[in-house]
């Protein structure tokens, strides 16, 4: 498998993003409906569900390409541009569905009382990263009560490693060396230090998973010329990880195990599926959206709708709402990149970047 060759219509990262992003909201079902502690992929585990494992395979993804995009960026303004234009265009209009349609049509309060209060306002902030779960009286009698929109925790992290990763880039520090450090560093914070110190910082112990993800994960770019890729290692990765679970080393061996199985399956040659992506990248739409939508189904149909109906529905009009994202925000903002300082074509302008 020579993956320092493939290009973009012979991977398969954008069937990769869909099925991360449709897992998130399937697991997210059993959270909505009140069925969190028979969540399967948890009960096997033992400790990270559906939603959790996407995740870390979207942040996987994210390192690997992002990588390609600050190496085949001209400039940092580039860099950043790009990513800002991928981001934040779909981000706040999805705030403002959650709060100015969802919210009036979930809360308990008239919508003069809903628009006026401040809570309202400040849930506004979360185009600006600035992340906010609450709208006043919007499901407060749902089976997971109050929380408006639980996806959007990510991308401040999301956006915080490709800070470190800039910065990185223009101290001249993003090699080999680099993205082995660092990786290396934050598995000895959150496998070492924080349970040793007990420290009780969820915000460390976030910044430092998603951290070994995304940085093994441009590990991985850095060095896969190098790298054999295989079957047969694929294989035992993956049977290491299964036998592990249950076990208090499985998520040590998750994080080893799950950047290589990622990039190795995102290369493999499966026909149709490396052209997959070619009506739209509907991933982070189904992301950012589909929360607040599950939400308001609960709110409407609960206890009427079983859980299967409800993961059909969900899926369905998540992927309605992206499509429509898509095609109105997402792509026509992606097209502003030719506009920026010095850009240019390849993986840096693709919009290959798989946002949690």
């Known amino acids: 498998m ?24 399937l697991g997210h079902c059993y959270w909505l409906s009140g069925l969190g502690a028979v969540e399967p992929v948890r009960l096997f585990t033992g400790s990270m569900d559906t939603a959790d494992i996407a995740v870390n395979l979207f942040f996987v993804m994210s390192g690997f390409l992002i990588a ?28 403002l569905f959650t709060a100015f349609v969802v919210g009036p049509l979930g809360t308990e309060l008239s919508l003069g009382e809903y628009l006026l209060n401040s809570q309202t306002v400040r849930y506004l902030s979360n185009a600006a ?9 919007v499901f407060t009698e749902n089976p997971f009560p109050g929380t408006v929109n639980g996806s959007v925790w990510t991308l401040p992290y999301e956006v915080l490693m490709y800070t470190m990763l800039l910065v990185l880039g223009l101290l001249r520090l993003f090699g080999r060396a680099a ?52 079957w047969k290692i694929a294989l035992a990765l993956l049977s290491l990880s299964l036998l592990s679970a249950r076990t208090e080393w499985w998520f040590f061996v ?22 997959f992506g070619r009506y739209g990248d509907f991933s ?12 308001l189904m609960m709110h409407w149909l609960d206890p009427h709708l079983s859980l299967p109906a409800f993961m059909v529905i969900s899926l369905v009009v998540s992927i309605a709402i992206a499509a429509v994202s898509w095609y109105l925000i997402e792509s026509p903002a992606l097209r502003l990149k030719r506009f920026l300082p010095g850009s240019r074509q390849g993986i840096s302008g693709t919009g290959l970047n798989p946002v949690p």
């Open 2 to 25: 020579d993956i320092a060759s493939m290009q973009r219509d012979e991977n398969n990262f954008d069937f990769l993003r869909f099925f991360a992003a449709s897992a998130v909201v």
């Open 68 to 95: 390609a995009s600050w190496i085949h960026s001209r400039s940092g303004l580039d860099f950043a541009g790009k990513r800002a234009l991928r981001i934040f265009p779909a981000l706040a209009v999805s705030t």
């Open 129 to 137: 990263l600035f992340t906010q779960f609450h709208l006043p009286g």
């Open 179 to 230: 993205v082995v450090a660092v990786p290396m560093v934050l598995m000895v914070v959150h496998f070492y230090l924080v349970p040793k110190l007990g420290l009780e910082s969820d915000i460390l112990r976030k910044v430092t998973r998603l951290g070994m993800f995304f940085f093994l994960g441009s590990a991985l770019y850095i060095y896969r010329k190098l790298l054999p890729w295989n």
């Open 254 to 275: 998750h994080v080893l195990t799950l950047p290589y199985l990622t990039i190795y399956l995102a290369h493999l040659k499966i026909p149709r599926l490396s052209g």
């Open 284 to 295: 982070y739409g189904i992301y950012i959206f589909s929360f607040p939508v599950q939400q």
